[in-house]
């Protein structure tokens, strides 16, 4: 079993910034993909981001691509999703996901063995 610490949701206005947190399992952590989730009401859930630690591959959707970094923090087993010039159609709750991945390469966009919690962000004038 491995838990999920997630961090960092909040109310931001438009064009503001978030960082959100997500602390993994240090015995899977560099052989395992990490990434962000996220789902609206009334919607699908769509993948956001998604990084392997052990090889620094790392993947941003499209629809967040240049606003949204994710990145690594090996000695505290933590990725972080820097988010910045937030949008009102950001809004929504985000889920930290983690797949093992012994291999390194290419992730799954939505990695599928454990969820976090999930933490909300709300984007609002």
């Known amino acids: 079993q491995v838990q999920l610490a997630e961090s960092g949701g909040g109310s931001v206005q438009p064009g503001g910034s978030l960082r959100l947190s997500c602390t993994g399992s240090?015995?899977?952590?560099?052989?395992?993909?990490m990434g962000w989730v996220r789902q609206a009401p009334g919607k699908e859930r769509e993948a956001v981001a998604v990084?392997?630690?052990?090889?620094?591959?790392?993947y941003v959707a499209d629809s967040v691509k240049g606003r949204f970094t994710i990145s690594q923090e090996n000695a505290k087993t933590t990725v972080y999703l820097q988010m910045n010039s937030l949008k009102v159609e950001d809004t929504a709750m985000y889920y930290c996901?983690?797949?093992?991945?012994?291999?390194?390469?290419?992730?799954?966009?939505?990695?599928?063995?454990?969820w976090g919690q999930g933490t909300q962000v709300t984007v609002s004038s």
């Open positions: 240090a015995n899977t952590y560099k052989s395992s993909c």
């Open positions: 996901a983690t797949q093992y991945w012994e291999y390194g390469g290419m992730c799954p966009t939505i990695p599928s063995d454990y």
């Open positions: 990084i392997h630690p052990g090889s620094s591959y790392s």
